[in-house]
T-cell receptor
Framework: AQSVTQLDSHVSVSEGTPVLLRCNYS??????LFWYVQHPNKGLQLLLK??????LVKGINGFEAEFKKSETSFHLTKPSAHMSDAAEYFC?????????????FGAGTTVTVRA | KAGVTQTPRYLIKTRGQQVTLSCSPI?????VSWYQQTPGQGLQFLFE???????NKGNFPGRFSGRQFSNSRSEMNVSTLELGDSALYLC???????????FGPGTRLTVL
């Protein structure tokens, strides 16, 4: 069985400072891991995806995430927050078995950016 | 390529009514999944369709049903609406042999 835990329900940062969103996962198989962002009243937008090619994954809008198997973590970072980064972020794990893809979503982390 | 589209974007219904939501996937994508998002329960998986067949189903009552057409467009139906069905309903599509899902903007359903 797979599961995802986002360690912070809310993160508040000042504009121009780093952002760190923490995610731990559990999976019985080699998982794919994703980060999605959701702005108010919008759908989820894919930020980045880890598949096993490289442990450091670069995504859109300056975000990146590092996969650490020993810590079962997939934390999302951005060096310098922008006001437009204020949104909800979801860490997602996917297990695929015989073309049966099941996604598990974290509870989400709401990011607030202070001017 | 156009993204995933959902219609309508907003819907207001009263208890006991039924509703049909529509989703058009990205061109070439044959898998469509539906999710319910609420503040209390977060994102919950409803079902997935692939080539007109339901492949996976979440833990929702039978009032929630769906179907997929030969052009991969999908509809979701909720009968006998309850207040608790008020939510953002998200549709996502993916290509064959990939687990990356692309989400539509959602349909905001309000049940009064």
């Amino acid at each position: 069985a797979q599961s995802v835990t986002q360690l912070d329900s809310h993160v508040s940062v000042s504009e121009g400072t780093p952002v760190l969103l923490r995610c731990n996962y559990s999976s019985s198989y080699s998982p794919s891991l994703f980060w999605y962002v959701q702005h108010p009243n919008k759908g989820l937008q894919l930020l980045l995806k880890y598949t096993s090619a490289a442990t450091l994954v670069k995504g859109i809008n300056g975000f990146e995430a590092e996969f650490k198997k020993s810590e079962t973590s997939f934390h999302l970072t951005k060096p310098s927050a922008h006001m437009s980064d204020a949104a909800e972020y979801f860490c997602v794990v996917s297990e695929s078995r015989s073309n049966d893809y099941k996604l598990s979503f974290g509870a989400g982390t709401t990011v607030t950016v202070r001017a | 390529k156009a993204g995933v589209t959902q219609t309508p974007r907003y819907l207001i219904k009263t208890r006991g009514q039924q509703v049909t939501l529509s989703c058009s996937p990205i061109s070439g994508h044959r898998s469509v999944s539906w999710y319910q998002q609420t503040p209390g329960q977060g994102l919950q998986f409803l079902f997935e369709y692939f080539s007109e067949t339901q492949r996976n189903k979440g833990n929702f009552p039978g009032r929630f049903s769906g179907r997929q057409f030969s052009n991969s467009r999908s509809e979701m139906n909720v009968s006998t609406l309850e207040l608790g069905d008020s939510a953002l309903y998200l549709c996502a599509s993916r290509g064959t042999s990939t687990d990356t899902q692309y989400f539509g903007p959602g349909t905001r359903l309000t049940v009064l």
